[in-house]
């Protein structure tokens, strides 16, 4: 529910299959898109420029190896690891250090770690900030639901925890809503995705129930238009796979 996608290969190993539609193994443009976002926002604060969203949590800057040339310190910048890698948008590793925005680690850390075997990377920041970050897909549904509550996009923060390597087809996002219970949380999303032209239908995972919502427009681009949402206490949280077993390991781990 991403708006359109990436092609990539699926992740070799497993036998995706789809519960209640059929899906497209492709990632979404989440593992790209919100990824620059995090980059940029943690860029404007260590710039010292105006943000319109929190410094994040500072962390340890990497130095390169005692190996490293004048040359390559200079044109390059060093990973967490201790190696020196080529300047722009770092190549995700599990050891690596992106500098991504932790706004709030409190609800980062209702996210699961690992799954399916893969570390996740964590990372929040205001949910306005996501919308900002491009047009269409699901960020159409955020405004007009918060509205009911009479809370805006800048009221509330957005975590996720993602496979940066795209091993799997797998993420998960978690929205705070302070003060408004889990049934309007669900029910509120479910009702504008229904409002949008959106199928939504109930769905049974095993022992869980969740709502099952569908970007038929991310469908047809050949991503995964497909999200599995619920909420408890004040937080919505949105599973987006097509992995019937990551789906079902992330319902287990998830509050």
Request: proline share 10%; glycine share 10%.
């Amino acid at each position: 529910m991403l708006g359109p996608t990436i092609s990539r290969r699926p992740a070799s190993g497993r036998a995706h299959q789809p519960i209640g539609v059929t899906m497209i193994r492709r990632p979404s443009p989440f593992f790209t898109s919100l990824l620059g976002v995090g980059l940029a926002v943690a860029s404007l604060a260590g710039c010292g420029g105006n943000a319109a969203t929190p410094t994040p949590a500072a962390t340890p800057t990497a130095r390169p190896t005692a190996t490293a040339t004048p040359a390559e310190t200079s044109t390059a910048e060093p990973t967490a690891s201790g190696t020196v890698a080529p300047s722009g948008l770092p190549s995700p590793s599990p050891t690596q250090d992106l500098g991504l925005p932790h706004v709030n680690a409190a609800l980062e850390d209702e996210l699961p770690d690992i799954i399916g075997g893969i570390q996740l990377e964590k990372f929040s920041m205001p949910l306005s900030t996501y919308i900002a970050s491009s047009n269409g897909g699901d960020k159409v549904l955020y405004t007009p639901w918060l509205v009911k509550f009479g809370k805006t996009p800048d009221d509330v923060d957005l975590a996720v925890a993602v496979d940066l390597t795209q091993t799997e087809n797998f993420f998960v996002e978690a929205i705070q809503v302070p003060g408004i219970s889990q049934t309007a949380l669900s029910d509120g999303f479910a009702s504008v995705a229904r409002g949008k032209g959106w199928p939504v239908a109930a769905k049974s995972v095993g022992p869980y129930s969740v709502t099952e919502i569908d970007d038929t427009a991310t469908d047809a681009a050949g991503g995964l238009g497909t999200a599995y949402v619920f909420a408890k206490g004040d937080v919505l949280f949105i599973i987006v796979t097509d992995d019937p077993s990551l789906l079902l390991e992330a319902l287990i781990k998830l509050p």
